[in-house]
């Protein structure tokens, strides 16, 4: 298996521009979180989808984030203006349905830098 | 709600020495415990799980055992190797409910030659 893939690995943008990330998770898991790392904040859970559905996005930090998963293969999480502070390695991780234990898969991160 | 406690790092050692990194835990019910690691430049990845009371949870060396009565899950490891340096996550899975996982702040584990 792949594991879970994000892209671009590193983002490198200007105060106001628009930023998309992109995630495809492993293949039968129902489960998708996007996540925030910043050394201040630690890891902060951004949104979560369950079958394509947003569950969960009281992390998201204010309107000029979005996330969308329009099928079981693909999420993006947008940023529209994008700012200096949002500047941090985004996560995502997939999770299988039906389990118990619920352990989560990381993929590798995109690193964004705003200036 | 549910809160994941771990020391505060970095914890630096010699290579072969002996770890442990704390983990407290609050949470209703009976949650799923996890250590991830994130090693530099990486995501986290599942490092070992316990999912009841008293199950010890090992993985490449590294063990932690589900305390119901103390509420924690500590990391041990008998002989760390320069390679185990990487942050160490301690996270919980509450049943009952969303399943959504809390996570620690992660404990920097940094092992010299």
């Known amino acids: 298996d792949a594991g879970v893939i994000q892209s671009p690995r590193h983002e490198v943008t200007e105060m106001g521009q628009e930023v998309t990330l992109r995630c495809k998770p492993i293949?039968?898991?129902?489960?998708l979180f996007w996540y925030r790392q910043t050394m201040m904040r630690g890891l902060e859970l951004l949104i979560y989808?369950?079958?394509?559905?947003?569950?969960?996005d009281s992390g998201m930090p204010e309107d000029r984030f979005s996330a969308k998963m329009p099928n079981a293969s693909f999420s993006t999480l947008k940023i529209q203006p994008s700012e200096p502070r949002d500047s941090a390695v985004y996560f995502c991780?997939?999770?299988?349905?039906?389990?118990?234990?619920?352990?989560?898969?990381f993929g590798p991160g995109t690193r964004l830098t705003v200036t | 709600g549910d809160s994941v406690t771990q020391m505060e790092g970095p914890v630096t050692l010699s290579e072969e020495a002996f770890l442990t990194i704390n983990c407290t835990y609050t949470?209703?019910?009976?949650?799923?415990l996890f250590w991830y690691v994130q090693y530099p430049g990486e995501g986290l990845q599942l490092l070992l799980k316990?999912?009841?009371?008293?199950d010890k949870g090992s993985n490449k060396g590294f063990e932690a055992t589900y305390r119901k009565e103390t509420t924690s899950f500590h990391l041990e490891k008998g002989s760390v190797q320069v390679s185990d340096s990487a942050v160490y996550f301690c996270?919980?899975?509450?049943?009952?409910?969303?399943?959504?996982?809390?996570f620690g702040r992660g404990t920097s584990l940094i092992v010299h030659p």
């Open positions: 949470a209703t019910g009976y949650p799923s």
């Open positions: 991780a997939s999770s299988p349905s039906g389990s118990q234990i619920y352990e989560q898969y």
């Open positions: 293949s039968g898991h129902n489960s």
């Open positions: 996270a919980l899975s509450a049943s009952g409910g969303s399943y959504i996982p809390t």
């Open positions: 989808f369950n079958n394509n559905v947003p569950i969960d």
């Open positions: 316990a999912t009841k009371a008293d």
